[in-house]
C-alpha cells in the first residue's frame, strides 16, 4: 500500500509568517488531495493535483507536486489565525479506485 | 454546492444498543464513503458504494452494516458496538471519475 509522510508533525508560526508543509510518498502519485481539518470536524477540500511540475493556488495558499510525482508541499504565505488547524495530505491508489490514503497530518497553530 | 450533510451531530450510545448514521448529498455523486477517524489519527476508509453497490469494504467488523438506500443517500448501521469503536465517523462522496472527495461535518460516537 501507499505510504504516506507529512513533515512537520506540528508546527507553531507567528501571525504574518510563512510556512510549509511536506508529503512525500513511497510510490509515484496519480492524485494528490490536500485537505485541512479543524479538531473534530470535517475535512475542508483544499487542492488536487496530478501533473508532475503542477502548481496551483487559492488565495494565501499554494500547492506543488514535483516532477518525479514522489513529494507535495503546500506552504502558506503570511498566515493568518484562520490558517489554524490540521493539513492532511491524501493520495489516491494507484491499484484500487476510490482508496484514498492519508498522511498522518501536520498540527498548524498560529500564534498573534 | 459541494455540500455533505451527517447526522446526527453527536451519538452515545451502549453497547447493546442499535443505531444509525446517515449522510446525504444533492452533488450528483455515484460513489460514497464511510471513513472512521480516532483522536489525533487521520481517517481510515470503511466502505465504497459506487453507483449504490458496495465496492470497498475494508475488512470492518460485522457490527457496522453499511447501506446505500439512493444515490443521494448512505446509512451505517451500528449494532453491539464496542468502547473503542468510539470515533469521529466521516462519510464523503465524489464523482464518478475518482474524483475529489468532499467530506462531510462527522458523526462523534461515544460507545458506553
Known amino acids: 500500500s501507499q505510504e504516506l509522510e507529512q513533515s512537520p508533525q506540528s508546527l507553531i508560526v507567528q501571525e504574518g509568517k510563512n510556512l510549509t508543509i511536506n508529503c512525500t510518498s513511497s510510490?509515484?502519485?496519480?492524485?494528490l488531495y490536500w485537505y485541512k481539518q479543524k479538531y473534530g470536524e470535517g475535512l475542508i477540500f483544499l487542492m488536487m493535483?496530478?501533473?508532475?511540475?503542477e502548481e496551483k493556488s487559492h488565495e494565501k495558499i499554494t500547492a506543488k507536486l514535483d516532477e518525479k510525482k514522489q513529494q507535495s508541499s503546500l506552504h502558506i504565505t503570511a498566515s493568518q489565525p484562520s490558517h489554524a488547524g490540521i493539513y492532511l495530505c491524501?493520495?489516491?491508489?494507484?491499484?484500487?479506485?476510490?482508496?484514498?490514503?492519508f498522511g498522518a497530518g501536520t498540527q498548524v497553530v498560529v500564534t498573534p | 454546492d459541494t455540500e455533505v450533510t451527517q447526522t446526527p451531530k453527536h451519538l452515545v450510545m451502549g453497547m447493546t444498543n442499535k443505531k444509525s448514521l446517515k449522510c446525504e448529498q444533492h452533488?450528483?455523486?455515484?460513489?460514497m464513503y464511510w471513513y472512521k477517524q480516532k483522536a489525533k489519527k487521520p481517517p481510515e476508509l470503511m466502505f465504497v458504494?459506487?453507483?449504490?453497490?458496495?465496492?470497498i469494504n475494508e475488512s470492518v467488523p460485522s457490527r457496522f452494516s453499511p447501506e446505500c438506500p439512493n444515490s443521494s443517500l448512505l446509512n451505517l448501521h451500528l449494532h453491539a458496538l464496542q468502547p473503542e469503536d468510539s470515533a469521529l465517523y466521516l462519510c464523503?462522496?465524489?464523482?464518478?471519475?475518482?474524483?475529489?472527495?468532499?467530506f462531510g461535518p462527522g458523526t462523534r460516537l461515544l460507545v458506553l
Open positions: 493535483l496530478q501533473k508532475g511540475g
Open positions: 458504494y459506487s453507483y449504490e453497490k458496495l465496492s
Open positions: 464523503a462522496s465524489s464523482g464518478e471519475n475518482q474524483e475529489t472527495q468532499y
Open positions: 452533488m450528483g455523486h455515484r460513489a
Open positions: 491524501g493520495a489516491d491508489s494507484a491499484d484500487s479506485w476510490g482508496k484514498l490514503q
Open positions: 510510490k509515484t502519485l496519480y492524485g
